[in-house]
Structures are given as structure tokens and as C-alpha cells.
């Protein structure tokens, strides 16, 4: 009987213990679109629906909650897209932080464009653009991408399709021609009128990698042709940008170094300060036991003085019959 | 021969034996006060925009330690739009915890819900003071240490991770925000910086007043965080920084509302001996 009992209380004890809860940290693709969070609701859609992502997929409506998301340890890729230097505010130090710590992005319209973004256009989306090409006038807006080399971002999509788009920011002279600036970036996609990269990547030294997307210019109101809506409803744009999530996202380093070992690492900062204590007690012990016998020694020394004065001055005086 | 002594002579080895046992015992049971003893801080009364101030902090070890870290934070108040807020409607009194006012920001709100499913817990502090003749309770939360160890001190450092609300004994509410850092947005606002390890000491300067034969860039200076190890009893540490608040972080709270207390920032100095906080953290409040 007793032989049962304690047989149901280790069974009971190894249940537990299987069935520990475990934390299971997926990876997360923040999005961004600035003051209108439908344009990154709708990439949000795309991804969701797409093959292969496999991540959680959330918008944040402010940017400060964006720069937040770059301390997350299970933050993959953020996406964002801006329109104008307002809606960019302080990220351009938490993005490029990021990057350059191994995380993935992947940046569409301003944040390619300088004076908008500055040193975001410059570390993180080096399209360094300093002009933007906006269309006006009659006929649909758009840009034409043509294939400069064929990659991962590439795949799937023909040599040379067409996407809704206001205009495209790049790198210019006074006249708005398109001057190539070098840099450690390779050009997937140029803008077939100017000849400027209007798919460009970018990795850092610690394994961070960006997208940047120039020539992703839109608007909000759907009565234009481009409209955000009609943009994400494109196969091509569909394709081309869960292409460059996915590059960025599976192939930075970020999330998957946070990750490893995830639990033990929560338990060791949790642990941390019991383990320095614990090291502290012993060193002060250590520190103690030094002491102790260095007094001890002192003390030993100081009563050998005592004899010996007592035998060679004060016998030898008492002896000699004082 | 029997020796025979003298009582003189006993008397004397006696004498000794005590007062020599007495001396040592005396020596070893020595006791300091606190293991680290903060000589110096230093800070203006308010943080005026184009206007110098000088802070400067100074500690001296007591004894030796395997590990000492010294985290400096600055927070500064907020004012949070309707938008920012869980629930705009919500009022506070004097009695409430002013844990209810950090969990009512939205930002505060969506960095719980982000961290603790995966167990991530904010350090958490408490504070009760007095600043111009109101009573005050203040709470700290602070992510910095945990998320420093699980994504990296580089991505930590450059993000707002620490949140202060203070309640006081009139029902006012104030929302800070904060990193770790000797001052907010450094690279504009502070104009020297000096740290010190006993005479081994580093200068910084603004990043275009730096000369290559003198000091570092203000850009390359430690966010705050301080970290010796090896530390021997009577080290001292001090950090002495200028600032020239140029520019100030988005939804700053410069005037303060009527009947408030007028509390622009607040310094947060944390001392950690082996890894255990030692005592609270130090806590200047500047109009």
C-alpha cells in the first residue's frame, strides 16, 4: 500500500514536471504606417495570408510603441512606412540600433528619403535620397521596376512589372537626375525612369538586414489610383514585399539569438542576483578566513614581543636584584 | 633550577596578554556603516532650458566587492494626451497607488502585455518625499536590467524602459518616462562629462568640440551604466556632467498645473554591490 502511494505521489511529481509550462516565444513582425494605420493593417493582412512568414503579426499605432518594440527579445522584423518626418519622430536611433544589432526591416517611401529621415536613409535604408520624383498629371501613377539581379526578393515576380506609386525618392543632382552613391548595398530593383535602386538591401555586421522600398508612395484616399488599398491588392507588391519580410525577417539574426535558450536566460537574469550574491558571501568568507588569520598571526607575533621583552629587560633587571 | 617570577612580571605578561588580546579583538571587529558611502551628489534645484547646470555624483567603496554597478536614469514628466491614456476619465486620489496611473498610459499598458506572457517582470520601486511643501508617493518601474540581458544592452539602451508616476497628498498625478543615461538626449544636451575611478579618468565633450588630442565624443560616453569589477576597499567613483538643455524629449511637461507640484525631471542613481541594490535607489527630483 504504502509502495502505491509513493509510486501515484513520483508519477504525480514527473506529471508536473512534463508538464511545466514552457514559454513558447514566437517570433513578431511589427508594422507601422505613421498617423494612418490602414496601410499597415492591410500589409499586416498580407502577411497573415502569406507562405512561409510564420510569425505573429501585430501594428502599433504610435512610433514610440515601435521603438519600444526594438528592445523586444522576440521582435523579428518591423516594417515601416512613412510619409513625412512627423510620423518618423525619434526612431531613427532605436531602428538603427536594431539594425545594426541584428534585426530585420523593411522600410517603405520616406524613411528612404534624407530629410525626412536622416541618418535612418542613410545607415539603415541607404538609398541616402535627397529629391523625390512625384508624378502629377493625367494617366495612372506609377513606377516601373526592372530586375538589376536576381535574389530571394526577386522570386516569383517577372523581370519587369508596373506598381501604383505617387512618385519615388532617390539620390539626385540640382536637376533631380538620379547619381549613384556608393555603399555596402546591393540593388535588386531600379526605377526603370531614373535609373535609381527602387529595391535595395542592406546588412549589417552583426547580421541585421533592410529592405527599402523607395518607390512605395501612397495615399490614403480611395478614390486615387494610389490608393494603399489598390497597391496591396497587386500580386506583384504581394509577392515583392512578403519576399523582402521574409529576408529580412528569417535571415537576420535577432530573434533567433533572443531566442536560444530563451528560458534559461530569463532564469539566469531572474537568478542573477542570487548567483553574484552567493559569489559575494564566498569572496567576504574568503576575505574573512584572510583576516582572521592575519590577526591571528599579529596577536601571536605581539605576545612572542611581550615574552621576549619580559625575559631579555624586565627578568634580566629582577634577577639583578632590582 | 625552579624560575621562580617575580608577581611583577606575572602581573605584566597578564597586562600584556589582555591588552594585546584587546587590541586585536578591537581591530576585527571593526564595522562600517554602509559598505559604499555616497560622498558627493549634486544636482540643480530645476532643469531650465539654455541655462548650465552641474551635476556631479561621488561614491567610496567601504570595503572591496567582486562587482559594483552604478545605473544613472533620467526621466522626465509627460503630458499624455486622451489618446495616450487607457481610460481619459480617470480620476485619482490622494489614498490611490500611483501604480494606477502608470497602469493607465497606454505605452505602459502595451510593454506589459508585450513582456509578461514571456515572464519579464519590471524592477519595481517605491519612494515617498516631500517637494515644494507636498507630500508626494512615487513609483518606479523599470525594464532596463531584464531587457538588457535577454535583447542586448545596445537595443535596450535606446529605448524608454523606465516609467515613474508620482501621487500626491493632494490627488495630483504626474507620468514620467525615462531611460538609462546621465541626461536626456545627451548627444545635445550635455556639454562635458567627466568619469573618474580613483585618478583614472575619462573626459567626454560634444561631439564637434572634441579635439583628437584631448577628450572623447559625448556619442561614445556609457548610457548610464557603469560597471567595475575587482573593486578594493577606499575606491572612490565620481561622475561629473554639464548639461546645456537645448532640446527637450516630445510631450515634455514644462509648466506645471495649478496647485501642483512643479517637478520637470527626475535623476534615479542605483547602486548595485554584488549584484544586491543597496539600500533604495537615490532619487532627485528637479523642478
Same mark, same amino acid.
Given at each position: 500500500?504504502?509502495?502505491?502511494?509513493?509510486?501515484?505521489?513520483?508519477?504525480?511529481?514527473?506529471?508536473?514536471?512534463?508538464?511545466?509550462?514552457?514559454?513558447? &516565444?514566437?517570433?513578431?513582425?511589427?508594422?507601422?504606417?505613421?498617423?494612418?494605420?490602414?496601410?499597415?493593417? &492591410?500589409?499586416?493582412?498580407?502577411?497573415?495570408?502569406?507562405?512561409?512568414?510564420?510569425?505573429?503579426?501585430?501594428?502599433?499605432?504610435? %512610433?514610440?510603441?515601435?521603438?519600444?518594440?526594438?528592445?523586444?527579445?522576440?521582435?523579428?522584423?518591423?516594417?515601416?512606412?512613412?510619409?513625412?518626418?512627423?510620423?518618423?519622430?525619434?526612431?531613427?536611433? %532605436?531602428?538603427?540600433?536594431?539594425?545594426?544589432?541584428?534585426?530585420?526591416?523593411?522600410?517603405?517611401?520616406?524613411?528612404?528619403?534624407? %530629410?525626412?529621415?536622416?541618418?535612418?536613409?542613410?545607415? #539603415?535604408?541607404?538609398?541616402?535620397? =535627397?529629391?523625390?520624383?512625384?508624378?502629377?498629371?493625367?494617366?495612372?501613377?506609377?513606377? =516601373?521596376?526592372?530586375?538589376?539581379?536576381?535574389?530571394?526578393?526577386?522570386?516569383?515576380? %517577372?523581370?519587369?512589372?508596373?506598381?501604383?506609386? &505617387?512618385?519615388?525618392?532617390?539620390?539626385?543632382?540640382?536637376?533631380?537626375?538620379?547619381?549613384?552613391?556608393?555603399?555596402?548595398?546591393?540593388?535588386?530593383?531600379?526605377?526603370?525612369?531614373?535609373?535609381?535602386?527602387?529595391?535595395?538591401?542592406?546588412?549589417?555586421?552583426?547580421?541585421?538586414?533592410?529592405?527599402?522600398?523607395?518607390?512605395?508612395?501612397? #495615399?490614403?484616399?480611395?478614390?486615387?489610383?494610389?490608393?494603399?488599398?489598390?497597391? #496591396?491588392?497587386?500580386?506583384?507588391?504581394?509577392?515583392?514585399?512578403?519576399?523582402?519580410?521574409?529576408?529580412?525577417?528569417?535571415?537576420?539574426?535577432?530573434?533567433?539569438?533572443?531566442?536560444?535558450?530563451?528560458?534559461?536566460?530569463?532564469?539566469?537574469?531572474?537568478?542573477?542576483?542570487?548567483?553574484?550574491?552567493?559569489?559575494?558571501?564566498?569572496?567576504?568568507?574568503?576575505?574573512?578566513?584572510?583576516?582572521?588569520?592575519?590577526?591571528?598571526?599579529?596577536?601571536?607575533?605581539?605576545?612572542?614581543?611581550?615574552?621576549?621583552?619580559?625575559?631579555?629587560?624586565?627578568?634580566?633587571?629582577?634577577?639583578?636584584?632590582? | 633550577?625552579?624560575?621562580?617570577?617575580? $608577581?611583577?612580571? +606575572?602581573?605584566?605578561?597578564?597586562?600584556?596578554?589582555?591588552?594585546?588580546?584587546?587590541?586585536?579583538?578591537? +581591530?576585527?571587529?571593526?564595522?562600517?556603516?554602509?559598505?559604499?558611502?555616497?560622498?558627493?551628489?549634486?544636482?540643480?534645484?530645476?532643469?531650465?532650458?539654455?541655462?548650465?547646470?552641474? !551635476?556631479?555624483?561621488?561614491?567610496?567603496?567601504?570595503?572591496?566587492?567582486?562587482?559594483?554597478?552604478?545605473? !544613472?536614469? +533620467?526621466?522626465?514628466?509627460?503630458?499624455?494626451?486622451?489618446?495616450?491614456?487607457?481610460?481619459?476619465?480617470?480620476?485619482?486620489?490622494? $489614498?490611490?497607488?500611483?501604480? $494606477?496611473?502608470?497602469?493607465?498610459?497606454?505605452?505602459?499598458?502595451?510593454?506589459?502585455?508585450?513582456? $509578461?506572457?514571456?515572464?519579464?517582470?519590471?524592477?519595481?520601486?517605491?519612494?515617498?518625499?516631500?517637494?515644494?511643501?507636498?507630500?508626494?508617493?512615487?513609483?518606479?518601474?523599470? *525594464?532596463?536590467?531584464?531587457?538588457?540581458?535577454?535583447?542586448?544592452?545596445?537595443?535596450?539602451?535606446?529605448?524608454?524602459?523606465?516609467?515613474?508616476?508620482?501621487?500626491?497628498?493632494?490627488?495630483?498625478?504626474?507620468?514620467?518616462?525615462?531611460?538609462?543615461? !546621465?541626461?536626456? @538626449?545627451?548627444?545635445?544636451?550635455?556639454?562635458?562629462?567627466?568619469?573618474?575611478?580613483?585618478?583614472?579618468?575619462?573626459?567626454?565633450?560634444?561631439?564637434?568640440?572634441?579635439?583628437?588630442?584631448?577628450?572623447?565624443?559625448?556619442?561614445?560616453?556609457?548610457?548610464?551604466?557603469?560597471? *567595475?569589477?575587482?573593486?578594493?576597499?577606499?575606491?572612490?567613483?565620481?561622475?561629473?556632467?554639464?548639461?546645456?538643455?537645448?532640446?527637450?524629449?516630445?510631450?515634455?511637461?514644462?509648466?506645471?498645473?495649478?496647485?501642483?507640484?512643479?517637478?520637470?525631471?527626475?535623476?534615479?542613481?542605483?547602486?548595485?554591490?554584488?549584484?544586491?541594490?543597496?539600500?533604495?535607489? +537615490? @532619487?532627485?527630483?528637479?523642478?
Amino acid at each position: 500500500m504504502e509502495g502505491s502511494v509513493a509510486l501515484v505521489l513520483v508519477l504525480g511529481m514527473m506529471a508536473v514536471i512534463v508538464w511545466a509550462p514552457t514559454v513558447d &516565444m514566437r517570433p513578431t513582425v511589427f508594422l507601422y504606417s505613421g498617423t494612418d494605420s490602414g496601410f499597415a493593417e &492591410m500589409l499586416a493582412s498580407v502577411l497573415e495570408a502569406a507562405e512561409g512568414i510564420g510569425s505573429d503579426v501585430r501594428v502599433v499605432t504610435k %512610433p514610440d510603441l515601435l521603438a519600444l518594440a526594438t528592445a523586444l527579445p522576440h521582435t523579428e522584423c518591423v516594417v515601416i512606412y512613412c510619409s513625412n518626418a512627423a510620423e518618423i519622430g525619434d526612431l531613427a536611433e %532605436p531602428l538603427s540600433a536594431f539594425f545594426e544589432n541584428g534585426g530585420g526591416l523593411v522600410g517603405l517611401g520616406a524613411v528612404c528619403y534624407e %530629410p525626412s529621415a536622416g541618418q535612418l536613409a542613410r545607415r #539603415v535604408f541607404p538609398v541616402r535620397a =535627397n529629391v523625390s520624383a512625384q508624378q502629377y498629371g493625367t494617366g495612372m501613377r506609377a513606377r =516601373n521596376y526592372t530586375e538589376a539581379q536576381d535574389t530571394e526578393i526577386s522570386l516569383g515576380l %517577372p523581370d519587369r512589372f508596373q506598381l501604383v506609386s &505617387m512618385g519615388i525618392y532617390l539620390s539626385g543632382d540640382e536637376a533631380g537626375n538620379y547619381v549613384e552613391v556608393p555603399g555596402a548595398y546591393s540593388v535588386v530593383y531600379r526605377d526603370e525612369a531614373t535609373g535609381a535602386p527602387i529595391v535595395l538591401t542592406s546588412e549589417s555586421d552583426a547580421g541585421g538586414r533592410s529592405v527599402a522600398l523607395p518607390g512605395v508612395w501612397v #495615399v490614403s484616399n480611395s478614390r486615387v489610383d494610389a490608393y494603399y488599398g489598390n497597391l #496591396v491588392r497587386d500580386e506583384n507588391f504581394i509577392r515583392l514585399f512578403t519576399n523582402s519580410v521574409r529576408w529580412a525577417a528569417k535571415g537576420s539574426v535577432h530573434f533567433s539569438e533572443a531566442s536560444r535558450d530563451f528560458e534559461a536566460k530569463i532564469e539566469e537574469a531572474n537568478n542573477k542576483q542570487a548567483r553574484l550574491r552567493e559569489e559575494a558571501q564566498k569572496a567576504r568568507e574568503r576575505r574573512t578566513v584572510s583576516r582572521v588569520l592575519l590577526l591571528s598571526g599579529l596577536w601571536a607575533a605581539g605576545l612572542l614581543v611581550c615574552a621576549v621583552v619580559i625575559k631579555k629587560v624586565v627578568l634580566v633587571q629582577i634577577e639583578a636584584g632590582f | 633550577m625552579l624560575l621562580r617570577f617575580d $608577581e611583577r612580571v +606575572i602581573g605584566l605578561a597578564v597586562v600584556s596578554l589582555i591588552l594585546s588580546t584587546l587590541t586585536v579583538l578591537t +581591530i576585527a571587529r571593526e564595522k562600517v556603516e554602509s559598505p559604499l558611502e555616497v560622498l558627493r551628489n549634486e544636482y540643480p534645484s530645476a532643469i531650465v532650458a539654455n541655462q548650465r547646470a552641474t !551635476f556631479s555624483f561621488a561614491v567610496v567603496a567601504r570595503e572591496g566587492f567582486e562587482d559594483l554597478l552604478l545605473r !544613472f536614469s +533620467i526621466l522626465t514628466q509627460k503630458t499624455l494626451r486622451p489618446e495616450d491614456l487607457v481610460d481619459p476619465q480617470r480620476q485619482y486620489s490622494a $489614498e490611490d497607488d500611483p501604480e $494606477e496611473v502608470l497602469n493607465n498610459a497606454v505605452k505602459v499598458a502595451w510593454l506589459r502585455n508585450q513582456t $509578461e506572457w514571456l515572464g519579464i517582470r519590471p524592477e519595481k520601486f517605491s519612494h515617498t518625499f516631500e517637494f515644494q511643501g507636498i507630500g508626494c508617493r512615487m513609483v518606479l518601474w523599470d *525594464y532596463s536590467s531584464i531587457l538588457e540581458s535577454l535583447s542586448g544592452q545596445q537595443l535596450a539602451l535606446r529605448a524608454p524602459l523606465t516609467y515613474g508616476a508620482i501621487l500626491d497628498e493632494n490627488g495630483g498625478h504626474y507620468y514620467f518616462e525615462g531611460e538609462s543615461g !546621465f541626461f536626456f @538626449i545627451p548627444q545635445k544636451n550635455v556639454v562635458s562629462l567627466s568619469i573618474a575611478h580613483n585618478t583614472d579618468q575619462t573626459g567626454y565633450l560634444r561631439d564637434d568640440e572634441v579635439r583628437p588630442e584631448s577628450k572623447l565624443p559625448i556619442s561614445q560616453a556609457p548610457r548610464g551604466v557603469l560597471n *567595475y569589477k575587482a573593486v578594493k576597499k577606499d575606491d572612490t567613483f565620481t561622475v561629473t556632467f554639464t548639461v546645456d538643455p537645448r532640446a527637450f524629449p516630445a510631450s515634455f511637461a514644462s509648466t506645471p498645473l495649478p496647485g501642483r507640484a512643479d517637478i520637470s525631471v527626475v535623476q534615479v542613481i542605483r547602486a548595485y554591490l554584488d549584484g544586491v541594490l543597496l539600500d533604495q535607489p +537615490i @532619487i532627485n527630483i528637479m523642478a
